[in-house]
């Protein structure tokens, strides 16, 4: 399945970070939400997600939910995967920045597939 990544890097001041995961008949729009000082350690207190068509129509959840919140185990994973897209390794190309990405598409997939009917 061929998808395009983009990540969204933030302004010094801003605590929210938007990311989107372009597929050819649907997107992912993930919101993360950080605590703390963004230029020192900061924290993510939560992570979104909902998806869209390629018209910007959100599809709705399984529960009629225009929107999941990553919470529990799924959050400590997503954190260790967004963590790697940004590392010094992953933006100075010393580690396979493919292998990376997928890591985190398939995971955004999961969470899609167990949540969302796609037809």
Known sequence: MNY???L???ESYSNIIFNTIVFDSFKVNIVERYT???NFNPKLSYALFK???PDNTIIQTKDNNGRLKIKGNNLDTYTKLTDVLKSYDYKNRLINRQEA???YVNFILSLVIGNYELN
């Open 36 to 38: 703390g000082r963004m």
């Open 8 to 10: 969204k890097t933030q």
């Open 4 to 6: 395009t990544l983009e």
């Open 101 to 103: 990405q997928k890591d």
């Open 51 to 53: 998806v869209r068509t």
